[in-house]
């Protein structure tokens, strides 16, 4: 057995479990897919912003690239019809993640999804900071239910959701109604002991809370962990590493993205959308105030999908010699073109594929370097548009930045240099062939 078969045994035996659980467990899965499942409301924000200030505003990329504003002089008053959606999307994303993320628990533990997740609502309110009095009119502040409100937000979900779940199925606590009562008021009064507990815990523990740290829960986790988790995200190393994690993941066939997408976006989801706000209030990306973020990583260093696999696919077209590899390269073009690599990752396969682990894993981790050394040298903005994961290659650079045209020289150039690091292994890939194809021949011919 060689050395790189070993690798594989033990790294399958490692890593396969853990990532299973992870994959598995349901806090992790709820955590995860309430992120996804906002995401079209959020990414309806970041598309808006880029309207606003690449289309609509006089100075903005496009529109001095198509001459807009000397055909329609009246187009930066429109800027006013869209701006409101931000308000609607990332600025109350705590609101949709506590409500998903309990839903998603309860809907994991057969419960009432819906209930629960409006029982997560209310509970995040309850807590909320008390209304602020300004000439004589009570307002609430915005400030929690934003960016800031993320880690309360998902620490209330999984808690709200896991004691919802368990109180709804005591028998003591069930109020049944007879079969001839509508069955929304059933499903109501079934659960209404549960709300009703829930509700004055929470209202007891904030008494408490607030008794100690009167800026209130809020203001305590933020302090206490959401900031320093937010600075952890913000560190190049974390992003880098990350990115490793991810990346081998999937070269033992498990879905990387998916598996940290829970850490990831506790990690990056605040920095994100405060750099968003701040291209929103400014009009531009530079001067964002968090130049790392996760946006590196698709920036740069995702073209294709997980281990910036379009550069593979050139790499192949240019130097393979099979005809499997030609064939899958050919069947993965398209999806690929829109980061999409389940075909080329399972058809070559890059799946346990002892020649294309290192540049799978090395790839990516090289061009957010080279993303990471462009924006802090200020060669380029930051990465503070947010443009939809499916956009081709190097077009997330130069759209992500507000179209700035040296991200997008250095987004080719990322897949250039992608293609030359692949070209080697798959040249190897061609004479492991060869000699496959040597050893096969020579054992026929023994045979016969």
Same mark, same amino acid.
């Given at each position: 057995?060689?050395?790189?078969?070993?690798?594989?045994?033990?790294?399958?035996?490692? +890593? %396969?479990? %853990?990532?299973?659980?992870?994959?598995?467990?349901?806090?992790?899965?709820?955590?995860? *897919?309430?992120?996804?499942?906002?995401?079209?409301?959020?990414?309806?924000?970041?598309?808006?912003?880029?309207? !606003?200030?690449?289309?609509?505003?006089?100075?903005?990329?496009?529109?001095?690239?198509?001459?807009?504003?000397?055909?329609?002089?009246?187009?930066?008053?429109?800027?006013?019809?869209?701006?409101?959606?931000? &308000?609607?999307? @990332?600025?109350?994303?705590?609101?949709?993640?506590?409500?998903?993320?309990?839903?998603?628990?309860?809907?994991?533990?057969?419960?009432? *999804?819906?209930?629960?997740?409006?029982?997560?609502?209310?509970?995040?309110?309850?807590? =909320?900071?008390?209304?602020?009095?300004?000439?004589?009119?009570?307002?609430?502040?915005?400030?929690?239910?934003?960016?800031?409100?993320?880690?309360?937000?998902?620490?209330?979900?999984?808690?709200?959701?896991? %004691?919802?779940?368990?109180?709804?199925?005591?028998?003591?606590?069930?109020? /049944?109604?007879?079969?001839?009562? #509508?069955?929304?008021?059933?499903?109501?009064?079934?659960?209404?002991?549960?709300?009703?507990?829930? @509700?004055?815990?929470?209202?007891?523990?904030?008494?408490?809370?607030?008794?100690?740290?009167?800026?209130?829960?809020?203001?305590?986790? =933020?302090?206490?962990?959401?900031? #320093? +988790?937010?600075?952890?995200?913000?560190?190049?190393?974390?992003?880098?590493?990350?990115?490793?994690?991810?990346?081998?993941?999937?070269?033992?066939?498990?879905?990387?993205?998916?598996?940290?997408?829970?850490?990831?976006?506790?990690?990056?989801?605040?920095?994100?959308?405060?750099?968003?706000?701040?291209?929103?209030? !400014? $009009?531009?990306?530079?001067?964002?105030?968090?130049?790392?973020?996760?946006?590196?990583?698709?920036?740069?260093?995702? =073209?294709? $999908?997980?281990?910036?696999?379009?550069?593979?696919?050139?790499?192949?077209?240019?130097?393979?010699?099979? /005809?499997?590899?030609?064939?899958?390269?050919?069947?993965?073009?398209?999806?690929?073109?829109?980061?999409?690599?389940? #075909?080329?990752?399972?058809?070559?396969?890059?799946?346990? &594929?002892?020649?294309?682990?290192?540049?799978?894993?090395?790839?990516?981790?090289?061009?957010?370097?080279?993303?990471?050394?462009?924006?802090?040298?200020?060669?380029?903005? #930051?990465?503070? =548009?947010?443009?939809?994961?499916?956009?081709?290659?190097?077009?997330?650079?130069?759209?992500?930045?507000?179209? &700035?045209?040296?991200? +997008?020289?250095?987004?080719?150039?990322? +897949?250039?240099?992608?293609?030359?690091?692949?070209?080697?292994?798959?040249?190897?890939?061609?004479?492991?062939?060869?000699?496959?194809?040597? %050893?096969?021949? *020579?054992? /026929? &011919?023994?045979?016969?």
């Amino acid at each position: 057995m060689g050395f790189m078969d070993r690798f594989e045994r033990v790294m399958e035996k490692a +890593l %396969v479990p %853990v990532a299973a659980k992870l994959n598995s467990q349901r806090h992790i899965v709820a955590i995860r *897919d309430a992120f996804i499942l906002a995401f079209p409301i959020t990414l309806a924000g970041s598309l808006i912003v880029l309207l !606003n200030f690449a289309v609509l505003a006089p100075d903005g990329f496009i529109a001095k690239m198509l001459f807009l504003h000397k055909l329609f002089p009246n187009l930066a008053d429109f800027q006013q019809v869209f701006a409101p959606v931000l &308000n609607g999307s @990332t600025s109350i994303l705590s609101i949709f993640i506590v409500f998903l993320i309990a839903r998603n628990i309860a809907i994991a533990l057969k419960a009432d *999804d819906l209930l629960c997740g409006l029982t997560a609502l209310s509970v995040f309110f309850i807590v =909320y900071p008390e209304y602020i009095i300004v000439d004589g009119a009570s307002l609430l502040s915005t400030q929690w239910v934003g960016a800031q409100g993320l880690f309360v937000a998902m620490l209330i979900g999984l808690l709200v959701g896991e %004691v919802f779940s368990k109180l709804s199925k005591a028998k003591r606590l069930q109020i /049944k109604m007879p079969a001839s009562v #509508p069955p929304a008021i059933s499903r109501t009064f079934l659960v209404l002991f549960p709300i009703v507990i829930i @509700t004055i815990l929470f209202s007891i523990g904030n008494a408490i809370i607030l008794a100690i740290f009167p800026d209130g829960i809020h203001a305590l986790i =933020y302090t206490l962990i959401q900031t #320093p +988790l937010k600075d952890l995200g913000t560190n190049i190393v974390s992003l880098v590493i990350l990115a490793i994690v991810s990346n081998l993941l999937w070269v033992f066939g498990i879905h990387g993205p998916n598996t940290i997408a829970a850490i990831r976006e506790g990690m990056f989801a605040e920095a994100g959308l405060e750099n968003l706000e701040f291209v929103a209030a !400014n $009009g531009t990306a530079w001067g964002a105030p968090y130049p790392v973020t996760w946006a590196i990583n698709d920036a740069f260093a995702n =073209y294709g $999908g997980s281990g910036m696999t379009l550069g593979l696919i050139i790499a192949i077209f240019i130097a393979s010699r099979r /005809k499997d590899y030609r064939d899958i390269g050919k069947l993965s073009i398209a999806p690929g073109l829109f980061n999409i690599n389940e #075909p080329i990752i399972f058809g070559l396969p890059v799946v346990l &594929n002892p020649i294309l682990i290192v540049p799978f894993i090395l790839v990516p981790a090289i061009n957010i370097i080279i993303g990471y050394i462009a924006i802090t040298t200020e060669l380029i903005p #930051p990465i503070a =548009y947010s443009v939809p994961w499916t956009t081709p290659g190097p077009l997330i650079a130069f759209f992500g930045t507000g179209g &700035n045209w040296l991200a +997008l020289i250095i987004g080719f150039l990322c +897949l250039a240099i992608s293609t030359l690091i692949y070209l080697p292994f798959v040249i190897a890939a061609n004479k492991a062939a060869n000699a496959q194809k040597s %050893v096969e021949t *020579d054992t /026929k &011919n023994v045979s016969m």
